[in-house]
């Protein structure tokens, strides 16, 4: 049984920040690539970053690029991002996401992942 649970989400001003955390449970998190989705309203949930927690690369989303970092908490097991110099174009229900690693780069398709949180709402305010 695996959850993912996301917290973090919350309103902002434009220029502002928010650190989305997310709690994976029932799951060997080590061995999965592990992943931050988003989902506006009337859009297709898109792919913002992602890393394999046991490896060094990360990927992101050409619009979130030097904005938002992912990262790992080897303690807390946790997957964060930091999200930093926030834009309106932000706004969406953000999402956790992992699987087990099935290939040697990251994958970005929605599809491509098994375990997914509930989402957590980010709104960016101009």
């Known amino acids: 049984h695996v959850q993912l649970v996301e917290s973090g989400g919350g309103s902002v001003q434009a220029g502002g920040s928010l650190r989305l955390s997310c709690a994976p449970s029932?799951?060997?998190?080590?061995?999965?690539?592990v992943a931050w989705f988003r989902q506006a309203p009337g859009k297709d949930r898109e792919f913002v970053a992602g890393?394999?927690?046991?490896?060094?690369?990360?990927a992101y989303a050409d619009a979130v690029k030097d904005r938002l970092i992912i990262s790992k908490d080897n303690v807390k097991k946790t997957v964060n991002l930091q999200m930093d110099s926030l834009k309106p174009d932000d706004t969406a229900v953000y999402y956790c996401?992992?699987?087990?690693?099935?290939?040697?780069?990251?994958?970005?398709?929605?599809?491509?992942?098994?375990?997914w949180g509930q989402g957590t709402q980010v709104t960016v305010s101009s």
């Open positions: 890393m394999k927690w046991s490896g060094v690369t990360t």
């Open positions: 996401a992992a699987n087990p690693s099935r290939s040697s780069y990251i994958v970005r398709g929605e599809d491509e992942y098994d375990y």
């Open positions: 029932g799951v060997m998190i080590s061995t999965c690539d």
